[in-house]
């Protein structure tokens, strides 16, 4: 780990001109040693009274064209991002010492993406998307048990569970990636990347 790069960095940065290998591999290492969900990051949006809301989703994809979660579309985050569409993620990994942040913009994933991925869902998970209306007041619990038993027995064929209307993705497209390094007396190392178009990236090191 003495190594490092062109930029003065750990050797953990790669010196890579795109973002998204960066990421692959601090992904693929969190994989490795996070005990749970190394695919869990924070989701911030905002209202449109300019209020921030920030909640933890699950990271279903990613590549050059941005980072996939899926959700309801009447939820909370789906209402912000119909108003905003600018937000940003934060993963952090504490069995690294690693954090990434990301600032972009959401759109929908097509409707193909959506229904291939909802289809690899276990049964009771599809059947969950049916049964919850996401953010809304549950005044009893046992209503939301009622729904899953009524759509098991509507849809009790495991292959057969159509995607609903209101539950499909999001994808951030990013404008800027920051990778964060944990370092002895608060001397961290910082690497942002600032999206130019066309694919094309500019990187500058950050102070701690």
Request: include cysteine; hydrophobic fraction near 35%.
């Amino acid at each position: 780990m003495n190594q490092k790069n062109s930029l003065g960095l750990n050797i953990c940065f790669g010196d890579l001109e795109n973002p998204i290998d960066l990421f692959r591999a601090w992904y693929e290492s969190a994989k490795q040693s996070e005990i749970n969900d190394p695919n869990a990051v924070a989701l911030a949006t905002s209202d449109n009274f300019s209020i921030p809301s920030v909640r933890m989703v699950l990271l279903k994809d990613y590549s050059d064209d941005g980072f996939v979660f899926y959700t309801n579309l009447n939820s909370k985050k789906s209402n912000d991002i119909k108003i905003n569409p600018n937000a940003s993620m934060c993963f952090h990994w504490k069995s690294l010492l690693r954090q990434i942040r990301i600032v972009g913009k959401i759109y929908p994933v097509e409707p193909e993406e959506a229904d291939e991925y909802y289809n690899s869902r276990a049964y009771g998970s599809r059947i969950g998307a049916w049964a919850s209306q996401q953010s809304q007041v549950l005044n009893d619990r046992n209503v939301l048990i009622k729904n899953i038993e009524y759509f098991k027995k509507k849809y009790p064929d495991k292959k057969k569970v159509p995607r609903p209307s209101y539950w499909s993705g999001w994808k951030l497209k990013p404008s800027k990636i920051e990778f964060w390094l944990d370092g002895e007396n608060r001397v961290h190392e910082r690497l942002e990347y600032n999206n130019l178009g066309k694919n094309t990236w500019e990187r500058k090191l950050l102070s701690p």
